[in-house]
């Protein structure tokens, strides 16, 4: 049987289907008797959910320019 | 200003349309220097990068599109990075997890010793869905930061897994580490911004 501290540890695992099926059904087994691995592994898939809706951070008009006139250099040369 | 990275224009891309190109470098720039920070450093990154978008400017008319372009670009600077670090003949040390004790959640003092059970339990969030989350401006401005101070491997794998949503298979080749590592990795990362959302639903601050 699995404790919290499993749990806390392989909440990602667990949200992200990469525990084995024995695993996953321990997992689930702990989760149905305890409300605060509940709360914690739902705070994770909330997280990751938020993270994943967000998105990327573009980049600079400074780095892009950087990039772009290194590519434009680069076909002059050839 | 965020979004999500979605398909790139593939054929205007081999052609190398300048206009294509200049948004794929806006989109996908940020986890390209996470790539190299991860395998080369800091200092030796950004060179790197702009060293593997003029790569694949170059080699986009061979792009056959047997991996995602996304996959393909990551690859490249993978590559251009892990040559870099035999050329400088530098060693740069991987992040020893074991001393990466900022993780509240996983330290011993959250659980009984015998029986392993929460002795500070997880606090209740008033806002608990990721619509609710995403609007608040402060908390992103927070999260922006937490994820810039993750140690460089973590936030590679970050970015790789939870934004760019590359497979852990792929994570392992291009940053040349196994998938438990990856997974150990990328826990503990969202942990440190579930920490963040922590405070921030019980303080309102960072």
Same mark, same amino acid.
């Given at each position: ?5 499993? @749990? ?43 993270i994943r809706?967000r998105g990327t951070t573009n980049a600079?008009?400074?780095q @892009?320019?950087?990039v ?11 | 200003?965020t979004q999500s990275s979605d398909?790139f ?15 794929l470098v806006c989109k996908l720039h940020s986890p390209m220097l996470s790539v190299a920070r991860a395998i ?5 990154a950004e060179?790197v990068v702009?060293?593997a978008w @003029?790569?694949a ?11 995602s372009i996304k996959t393909w670009l990551f690859t490249i600077v993978s590559?251009?990075a ?9 060693? @740069? ?51 922006d930061?937490?994820v810039s101070?993750l140690?460089p491997q973590q936030r590679a794998v970050f970015l790789l897994r939870d934004i760019e949503q590359e497979?852990?298979?792929e994570i392992?080749?291009i940053l ?10 990328l826990?503990?990362a ?17």
């Open positions: 049987m699995l404790n919290c501290r499993d @749990v806390a540890h392989e909440a990602s695992d667990y949200i992200d289907d990469n525990l084995s099926w024995w695993r996953r059904l321990m997992f689930r087994l702990h989760l149905f008797i305890c409300h605060n691995c509940r709360v914690f592994v739902s705070h994770v898939h909330t997280t990751r959910e938020f809706k600079s008009p400074e @892009v320019q950087k772009m006139s290194a590519v434009e250099r680069q076909s002059e040369q050839k | 200003m398909s224009d593939q054929d205007r891309l081999r052609q190398q349309d300048h206009a294509a190109f200049e948004a080369v450093g800091d200092s030796l060179e702009q060293e @003029v790569s400017y170059r080699n986009l008319p061979r792009f056959e599109g047997r991996s590559n251009e892990k040559t870099r670090l035999r050329k400088e003949k530098r060693m @740069v040390a991987l992040e020893d997890i074991t001393q990466d004790g900022s993780v509240d959640y996983l330290g011993d003092d959250r659980f009984h010793r015998f029986g392993g059970h929460w002795k500070q339990p997880p606090p209740d969030w008033h806002l608990d869905s990721p619509d609710q989350l995403l609007e608040e401006r402060h908390l992103q401005k927070c999260i930061h937490t101070i140690p497979a852990l298979s392992c080749n040349d580490v196994t998938e438990s590592y990856v997974r150990v990795l826990h503990r969202r942990l440190k911004l579930m920490q963040v959302i922590d405070r921030y639903q019980e303080t309102g601050e960072c």
